[in-house]
C-alpha cells in the first residue's frame, strides 16, 4: 500500500514538473513588446547606419531569458527589387521557430520561401547583443519577419572557442563580492 502512494505521489509530481516546464518553454518568458520607435532598420550597402524602412501591422515577442528568443512580424510597400539593390543580405539565415501561438511566424514557412527564392535575408543591425545580429527576410508580396541569429563571434564564445580580435569585446559579468 505505501508503495502504491509514493508511486502515486511521484507520478503526480513528475506530470506537474512538465506542465510547469511547458509552461514556462511556451508561454512563461515571452511578452508582446511595441514596435521600436525607429521602426524596422536595415543596413545599406554604403554605410554602417541602419536606415529606416516603412513597415505596418508590427507584431513582436521576445525574452529577457535568451537574446536570440526575438521574433518579429510586419508589412511593407517595399519591392525585392529595391531592397537588393539598396540593402546588405545576408546568406544562409534559418529563421527559428517561435512559439505556436505567435501564429504570424511560421519558421516552416519562411523557410520554404527563403529557399524557393520568393523572400530574401537582409541585416538590420550587428551584434544587437553579443555575437547577436538582427536579420529581417522580406517575402515577394511585403510580409516581413525578424529574428535574431549568432554570428560569427557568438557561435566561438558560446562554444568556448577563444574569441578573436575581429570580435567586440566580451561583456563583463558581475563578480560576486566577498
Not at 517595399?78 to 501564429?103: H, I, K
Request: glycine share 8%; proline share 6%.
Amino acid at each position: 500500500m505505501m508503495g502504491k502512494i509514493l508511486g502515486s505521489v511521484i507520478l503526480a509530481s513528475a506530470l506537474i514538473a512538465g506542465a510547469a516546464l511547458y509552461y514556462l518553454q511556451v508561454y512563461g518568458f515571452y511578452q508582446e513588446v511595441d514596435a521600436p520607435a525607429e521602426g524596422v532598420m536595415l543596413l545599406p550597402l554604403a554605410s554602417t547606419e541602419a536606415e529606416v524602412i516603412p513597415m505596418d501591422a508590427y507584431q513582436a515577442i521576445d525574452a529577457d531569458s535568451s537574446p536570440i528568443r526575438y521574433r518579429a512580424c510586419f508589412t511593407t510597400p517595399y519591392s525585392l527589387a529595391l531592397l537588393t539593390e539598396t540593402f546588405q543580405m545576408v546568406e544562409n539565415a534559418t529563421p527559428r521557430n517561435a512559439p505556436g501561438w505567435f501564429d504570424c511566424f511560421d519558421a516552416a514557412a519562411i523557410g520554404a520561401e527563403l529557399d524557393a527564392g520568393t523572400a530574401l535575408t537582409f541585416l538590420s543591425q550587428k551584434n544587437i547583443h553579443f555575437g547577436v545580429d538582427r536579420v529581417v527576410a522580406i517575402t515577394q508580396d511585403g510580409r516581413g519577419y525578424v529574428w535574431h541569429e549568432l554570428n560569427d563571434c557568438g557561435e566561438k564564445a558560446y562554444d568556448g572557442t577563444i574569441v578573436g580580435e575581429e570580435c567586440p569585446p566580451l561583456p563583463t559579468r558581475n563578480a560576486p563580492t566577498e
